[in-house]
C-alpha cells in the first residue's frame, strides 16, 4: 500500500497510454527517418525546429481544440476564423494603414466573442457543436470573402520585425558559443506555440476549470450533478478555444505574410487529426497537451518524410495520415476493451 | 433533537400530472430517515426539489430555520446538501480521488494540490475498509467500489444534509454492513440522513423514522418501532398484502418433457462448468449474490455471450448460438437485468419496442403492417396493464414498471418456448412486483419454461419450482422450491453446499 | 394533429423556413417563380427547377446520411467519395491521357465501366467505414474522418494528381441531360429519394436503424443483427455518395480531386439536422432531410439571383442557417409549444 505512489505505479497508469503510443510511434517514425534519409540531413537539429516552425500555427489552434474535445465536443470554424484574422490583419494594415497589433486585438474581440456565442448556443439552445460550429465556419469563411476574395500581401515594419525575429541555436565549442551548422534557429511563432502548450498543461492540470473540462467530457450529466458548472466551463472553453484560432491566425499571417479567404481550408480536420494522433478520445473525457503537442509532431514529421523521400507525390501524405488515424484509433479501441475487462 | 431541514407544502407539477401535492417532510440532525414509496410515489421528485434539479410550483423548504430555495445542485451543495444518487453519478474518466474532491480541490499556490487529493482519498477510502489505488481511473473499478466513491465524495463535503437514493442497489451485504457503519458515525456527528432503498430490511436495520409517499401524496411519517413491515407495506402499496401475493406455484408434472438442457457449458472467461435442465411449464430459479455467474449464465443459454465448451440443447436439437438472433429463432427469450441500458428503447413508441423481437425474427424484409403492429401492442397493453393512453407513447416516458412490463410483452409476443428473465422485478414499485410474478406464473402455466434470476430470495422462493444456487461463477446446488426456507438457501449461498 | 405537436415538429419549422425564404423572394421579385420551356434542350428553365437540380448530389448524398444520423453516427467521408468517384470514372474515359491526349466524344473502356467501376467502389469504401463502426466499435465521426482525409489522396493518385476533361455525350447526360422536361439530376434525385424511402418505410429496415441508433445493445439483445444494419447503411451511404460523385463530375465533365465534393459532408450534415433528424440518433425523416437540402440550395440562389454579392453567399447562408437552427432549438421549440397549448387551452375551455 505505501508504494502506492510509487514511480513505477504512477507511471503504469493505464490513463497515460495513449501519450505513449504517440510518443512512441513518432520516434518510431522519427528514426525511420534517421535511418533512410540521414545523408539528406534528416537527423539534424535544423529539421527538427522546422518540424515546429512549419506547423506552429496548426499546433497553436490544437491547444484549444484538444480542450473543446475533451468537453466531447468539436469546432470546425477554426480553420475560418483563423483565416479571417490573417485577412483583418491584411486587410487593415495593407489596406486601412492601421496598426497591426490594432487589427490583432479586433481579430481576438471577433474570435473570442464567436466562441464564447458559439459555447452559449450549444450549452442554452442544445444545439449539438457539430451544427453551431459548423455555421460558425460558414460565417467565418464568408465574412472573409466578404473583405476580400483575393490574396493580400502584409507589408508592415512590425510583421516584418515579428517574423523576422530568430533565435539561432548555440552551441559551445572552443571557448565560445557559434551557431550550430546547418544552421537551425527558432521564432515567434515556435515560441508562441510552445507558451502555448504549457498554458495548455497549466490549465488541464493544475486548475479546476481544466479539471471540470475532464468531469463534463467523462459524464456532463454526473458533473453538473457535482455542482461543476457545466454550462460555465463549456462556454469558455469555446472562448478560449477562440483566442487559440486567432493566435493561430497571427501565426499564420506571420509564416505566410498574406491573407487570403480561402487560406487553411480544412485546417480545422488537420487540428482534429492532430488532437486524435496525440491521444485525445472524440467522445471526450481523455486527452492531454504533451499528448497533443507529439501527435502536432507526428504528423508533421510525415510531410518531412516525403519531402525528404522527393520522389513520391505529396498526395501520399494524405493516405499516411489516414492511415496512423486508422493505427491511433485501433490503438485506443484495444486499450479502452482491456481497460474495461480489467474489472 | 432539533429540527435541522423541514419541507412545508411542497408541490410539483409537471405537464398532465400532479408529481407532489402538498407533502411535508422534516428531518433532524442526527437522525436517519427513511423515505418510503412506490415508483412514481414522488420520492425521486422530492429529492430533485431539494436538490435544485427540479423546481417546486409551492412550498417552503428551511434549513436551519432559514428558508432556502435551491436552483441548482451546485447551490444545495453550497447550503450544506450533498447526494449520492442511484445511478453512480460520477465521471468514468476521473480517478477515483479526483471523483472524491473535483469542483473543491485543495489548492497550494494557487494550485491543485493533487498531493494531498491523493492522501486524503485514500484515508477516506480506507475508512470503508477499501485498499485501492486511488490515481487509478474510476471505470476501472467495479461498480460498488464506484458506489463508495461517490459516498466518499458526499461524507467528505460535510453535508448537513445528506441524501442516499438507493446507494445499496449494487453493494454485497458486507458493503452495505460498512455503509451503514458509516452512517451511523455520521449520524452520531449530527449530519441528518435521507435514506432510500427498496430493501425493507435495510430500513429496519438502520433508520430512525420512516416517511410514506403515495401517489404525490404524504401518508404519514412514523417512527421506526410504530409500524411492522406488513403494516409498512400495505401503507405503501394501500392494498393488502395478501391479496397481492397470493401466487400459486406452477405446476410440473413429473413427466413433463424437458425443453432446455445445457450440458457442461462454460464461456471464455469466469463461467467454467454450468449443466441444467428445464421442464415444459417449469420455473427454473437462479439465486446466488451479484457476481456469482446468473447473468454470464443467462447471456450463454441466449447466445448474447459465445459459449466455449459444452452444449445447449433445446427440444432434443443441439443449438449453435453465435448471436441473440439464433436464440431468439429457436423460440429462447432474454429479458436483461439492466433495463435501461439492455431492454427499453427510449425514443421509440411502446408499439414498436413490443414488436421488435417478433420483426427481428422475421427479418427485416418481412415487415409487419402498421395495422398489425398496433394491434399486437394493444393486445400487449390491455394483457399486462400497462399504463398508457396511446401505443404511440414513448416507451421512455413510462415508469420502471411499465417500462418492464413493454419488455416482458416484447418477448411474450415473440411466443417463446423458453424464457429467461434476468431480474425482471429490480427496482419496480411492489405492485407492479407482484404482478410480472403472476404473469411469469401464467406464463409457465401455458407451457412456456422460465428461468427466472432474482436478488431477492422470498420472491424466488415464492414462485420456483426448482431452485439453482450459483457461487463464485458455480454452480453449487438445486434443490427444490416448495420445501426450502430463505436460510437453507443463504447457508449455500455463504458457505457452499454441503 | 395537435398545433402543439405540430410546434414541437422539427420538420414543420423547416417547411415554415422554405416557406418563408420562398416567400421573401416572391414579394421582392415574382419571376423567381417563372418557369419557361426551351425547346432547343426539351428542358423546363426557372429558379425553382434551378435549386432542386443544383441540390440533386446534397439531397441524395443527405439520404444515406439522415440513415447514418440516424444509427447516431456522421459520416464525413462522402465529399471525398465524391471526389473519387468522379477520379474513377474519368480515368476509364480518358485512361492514358498521354495516348488519348484530346478529350473528345470517346470513351477508352466501355461505359458501363465507367458507371459502375466507381459506385462499386464507393459502396466499398462505404463498407469500409461501415466495418470499422460495427465491427471494429469505433466512433463512425472517426471511423470515417480516415478516408475523409485519405480519400482525396488516394483520388489524387490514380488520376496521378491531373485534372482530365472528357466530351463524352452518354456521361454528359447523367449531369447535364433531360427526361421528360426535367434536368437529369432531378429525375435521378427523385429515383434515389423513392429507393430509400421503399426501402426503409415498406420494410422494417427503417424501425431497425431508429431501434440501434437508440439503443444498440438493447437492439441486438431483441434479436436485431445490429452489425448489418450499420453495414448496409454506410454502404447505402458509399453507392449514394458515388452518384452524386457522378452527376458531380458529369456537371463539369471532369474530375477535381481538390474541389469535387467539398463541404459536401457538411452541407450534408446541415440538411439532414434542418430535416428535424436529431444528431444523437433515434427517430429520422427523409421528407424532412429533402427540404433541409432545398432550404440550403434556395438561400444559395437566392443569394445569386438577387445579384446580393456573391461572396457574401456564405456568410448569408450562415446566418439564415443559424436563424432555422435557433428556431428548431429545443427550447425555443418548447416555448412556441408551451404557448400553442394554452391557446389549445383556452379553445376547448
Redesign the interface.
Known sequence: ?HN??SLL??IT???YIMVYATIGIFLIVYAFGAFMYSDKGFLTIRTFANLFIDNAYYGISAVGMTMVLITGG?D?SVGAVASLTGMFIAYGTTVLGLHPMTCILASLVMGVGLGLLMGW?IH?????P???T??????A???C??IS?ESIDIHHPFIDALAGWKIYLMKYANGQWVRIRPIAFINFNVILFVIMIIIGTFIL????FG??I??I???E?????????AGRTKILVYGFNGLCSVLAGVSYALYVKSGWNLSL?GGE?EV??CA?IGGTL??G??GSMIGTLFGVLLKSVIPALITFNGNL?S?????A???L??LF??IQ?FVV?S??K?? | MSELLSMKGITIEFPGVKALDNVDFSLNAGEIHSLLGENGAGKSTLIKCL?G?NHMDEGKIYLEGKEIRPS???E???TGIS?V?QE????????VA?NIF??R?PMKHR??NWREI?RRA?ELMSRFHL?I?????L????TAIQQMTSIA?AVDIQAKVLILDEPTSSLDENEVQLLFNVMRELKDNGMGIIFITHFLDQIYAVSDRMTILRNGHLVGTYGIKELSKVELVTKMVGKDMDVIFNLKRADVKPDSRITLQANHIGDSSHIKDISLTLKEGELLGFAGLLGSGRTETAEMLFGASRIVQGEIILDGTKLNLTKPFDAIKAKIAFCPEDRKRDGIIGDLSIRENIMLAVQSRKGFMKPMTRQEQTDLANKYITLLGIATPDCEKKAGELSGGNQQKVILARWMAAEPEVLILDEPTRGIDIGAKAEIQRLMLEMCGSGVSVIFISSELDEIIRCSNRIVIMRDREKVAEIDGSSCTQQDILKIIAEGAA | MKVSRLMQSKVTWAIIAEALILLVCFIIRPEFFSISYQPSTGMLYGSLIDIVNRSAEITIISMGMTLVIALGG?DLSVGALVAVAGAISLKFLRWDVLTYNTPGDYTVYPYVLVIFVPLIVCALMGLFNGF?VAK????P???T??????????A??LT??KQFTTGYSPFRVIGQGSFMYLPMPIIITIIVVVAVALFTRKTAFGAFVESVGVNPSASRLSGIKADTVILIVFMITGLLSGIAGLIYSSRIMSNDSNNAG?NFE?DA??AV?IGGTN??GGKFSLAGTVVGSLIIRTIVTFVYYFGI?S?????????I??VV??LQ????REYFAKRARKKEGVSHA
Open positions: 500500500m502506492r505512489q505505479n504512477r497508469n493505464p490513463k468539436i470546425l448556443v442554452y439552445l442544445n444545439v449539438p457539430f451544427i453551431t459548423l455555421t460558425g465556419m460558414f460565417f469563411r464568408g465574412v470573402s466578404l476574395r492540470q493544475r486548475t479546476r479539471r471540470n475532464y468531469a467530457g467523462g459524464n450529466q454526473s458533473a453538473s450533478l457535482m455542482g461543476l458548472p481550408q480536420l482534429i487529426t486524435v472524440l467522445t473525457g481523455v507525390l498526395w501520399w501524405g494524405k493516405i495520415t489516414g492511415l488515424l486508422l484509433i485501433c479501441r476493451t481497460a474495461g480489467r474489472k | 436538490t434539479v441548482s445542485p451546485m444545495a451543495i453550497e447526494t444518487f453512480v453519478n460520477l465521471c468514468p474518466n476521473l480517478s479526483e473535483v469542483g480541490q494550485q491543485i491523493n485514500e485498499d489505488d486511488v490515481t487509478r481511473p471505470s476501472y473499478y467495479s465524495r | 456522421t470499422l471494429g466499435g469505433m466512433q465521426i472517426i471511423a474522418l480516415i478516408l475523409m482525409v485519405c480519400g482525396r489522396g488516394v489524387q493518385i496521378d494528381g467539398l457538411m450534415i446541415l439536422v444528431m444523437a454579392v461572396e457574401a453567399t456564405m456568410a448569408f447562408k450562415a446566418l442557417i443559424a437552427i435557433v432549438s429545443e427550447p425555443v
